[in-house]
Structures are given as C-alpha cells and as structure tokens.
C-alpha cells in the first residue's frame, strides 16, 4: 500500500496569510491525526478527524482548523499565521480501531 | 490531560554498546506506548509498541519493557550500530473509547559513536 502522502511538502508565507495542508491517509485508513513538530516543544496534537467527524482536539487556538473528507483525505487550515506558526506539521493516518498511527513526510511551514 | 517526561535528551553510545531510553506518563489510563525513530530530515516511523497488558516485547534488537504501577516504560536497543542514530519519541495513549490522541514525549537524540 502507498503510504501517508501530504502536500505541499514545503510552504512559506507571510504573517497574517492563510495557509491550507492536505493529507492523503493509507488507503483503507479512516482516522487521521495532525500534529505540530517544533524544536523547542516537539511533537504537539492539533486535531484527529474519523469518518469526516473531529474526535479530539488538541490545545491550539482557533486559528487552526481542519476537516476531513468522505474519501478520508484531511486538511488543515491556519488563519491569520503567525511567526511561531512556523513548524514541521505531520499528518499520521490510522485504520482508527487500532492505535498504530503511520506518519506522513510532513509540510514544512515557514512563516516571515 | 496525559503528560510524558522523556530522558535523557541526549544519548551517545559506542558502536555495539546498549542504549537505554526511559519514559514516565502521568495518566494511569493510558493503555498504548508506541516508539517512533525519526531521523533528520525525515518522518517518525514506528520502531515497537506495546499495551498495558504486557510488561515486555523485543523485536531483533530492540524491546520495551512497561512497569504499569510506576507508570514507566522504556526502549532498549542492543549491539547499537550507527544507522541507529536519530531522534527517538516515545508515546502515551488511551485508547478503546473510540477516539484517542497520541501525547509524545520530548526526544531523545541517539549517536552512535562508530
């Protein structure tokens, strides 16, 4: 099976802007979780999204949203960026009855 | 909500040397520790993961053990070889209520001294 894909792989944008990231989970995978990676905090949860409902979300402020679609395709959006935006962000696809998540390649933010 | 301390954040070890990453999570609930290897530039991948109702797992050269009652577990990697070297996450879960959230720990940075 092809593995978790995202897109764009890398991004910069300006304060203020708005930026949209697209995973594309394991085929069959049905829950997808994003997650911020940074250096100075790691590996943060933002949201987890199952049949196209979010089932958990972690503690980020409203700016960062995100939806999942029937296909279980996800995106993740952030409003008004800020420069402490800037970050790796992962998506990580699982079958969601089982807790193995898969981890994609990651959209790097950079935000000026 | 779930917290997990990691240590050591840094870690080198001798080619064939053992090493030993140690992790404590706070919530008694959780049910699921997986560990992930990340190496620079590239995705965390799965390396072993194990559930609350089995104190020790090993794959080739790599286990875990969990003590439940102290809330601790730990990755442990023998006959360590340089393409060991990378940044290990270990995690915390509940899961089995039909929604869950991985909580990571900090990292710990892996050299392996050739």
């Known amino acids: 099976k092809a593995g978790v894909t995202q897109t764009p792989r890398y991004l910069i944008k300006t304060r203020g802007q708005q930026v949209t990231l697209s995973c594309s989970p394991i085929?069959?995978?049905?829950?997808v979780s994003w997650y911020q990676q940074t250096p100075g905090q790691g590996l943060q949860f933002l949201f987890e999204y199952f049949s196209e409902t979010q089932r958990n979300k972690g503690n980020f402020p409203g700016r960062f949203s995100g939806r999942q679609f029937s296909n279980s395709r996800s995106e993740m959006n952030v409003s008004t960026l800020e420069l402490g935006d800037s970050a790796l962000y992962l998506c990580?696809?699982?079958?969601?009855?089982?807790?193995?998540?898969?981890f994609g390649p990651g959209t790097r933010l950079t935000v000026l | 909500g779930e917290n997990v301390e990691q240590h050591p954040s840094t870690l080198s070890v001798q080619e064939g040397d053992s090493a030993v990453i140690k992790c404590t999570y706070s919530?008694?609930?959780?049910?699921?520790f997986p560990w992930y290897k990340q190496e620079l530039g590239k995705r965390p991948q799965l390396i072993i993961d194990i559930r609350s109702n089995v104190g020790e797992k090993k794959d080739q050269r790599i286990a875990v053990t969990l003590n439940k009652t102290a809330k601790h577990f730990s990755l442990h990697i023998t006959e360590t070889q340089p393409e060991d070297s990378a940044v290990y996450f270990c995690?915390?879960?509940?899961?089995?209520?039909?929604?869950?959230?991985?909580?990571f720990g900090k990292g710990t940075k892996l050299s392996v001294i050739p």
């Open positions: 995690a915390a879960s509940l899961s089995g209520a039909g929604s869950y959230q991985l909580t």
């Open positions: 085929s069959g995978h049905r829950s």
């Open positions: 990580a696809s699982s079958p969601g009855y089982a807790d193995t998540q898969y």
């Open positions: 919530d008694s609930a959780s049910n699921y």
